[in-house]
């Protein structure tokens, strides 16, 4: 089993930068690919980007250029820092981990088998 705790949500202006964090805990593979999503109001959940240490980063195009996704294996935490924010990427984040068996990239919320309790990111005009 794996834990997600995701954290650094919060109001920001337009323009603004934030940094979200997510900490995992519990039995997983440091190999395992890991990913944020997004879900706007009233919207489908969105890709917005995965890490793997076999085949990289991948971004969603609406994102690329702004958000840039990291880990620190030791801290076993999982980072995506969000500059120049929209009021269009205003969502509830969610972390998501591949788990034991899946160590490629994806940017499809199929292939991930645990998931946080998501923080809420603002972004005002």
């Known amino acids: 089993q794996l834990q997600l705790v995701e954290s650094g949500g919060g109001l920001v202006q337009a323009g603004g930068s934030l940094r979200l964090s997510c900490a995992a805990s519990?039995?997983?593979?440091?190999?395992?690919?890991m990913g944020w999503f997004r879900q706007a109001p009233g919207k489908d959940s969105e890709f917005v980007a995965t890490?793997?240490?076999?085949?990289?980063?991948r971004y969603a195009e609406s994102v690329k250029g702004r958000f840039t996704i990291s880990r620190d294996g030791a801290k076993n935490t999982l980072y995506l820092q969000m500059n120049s924010l929209k009021p269009e990427d205003t969502a509830v984040y969610y972390c998501?981990?591949?788990?034991?068996?899946?160590?490629?990239?994806?940017?499809?919320?199929?292939?991930?088998?645990?998931w946080g309790q998501g923080t809420q990111v603002t972004v005002s005009s």
């Open positions: 519990g039995r997983a593979s440091s190999r395992s690919a």
């Open positions: 998501a981990a591949r788990g034991s068996v899946g160590f490629y990239a994806s940017d499809s919320r199929n292939d991930y088998a645990y």
């Open positions: 890490i793997s240490s076999i085949d990289g980063t």
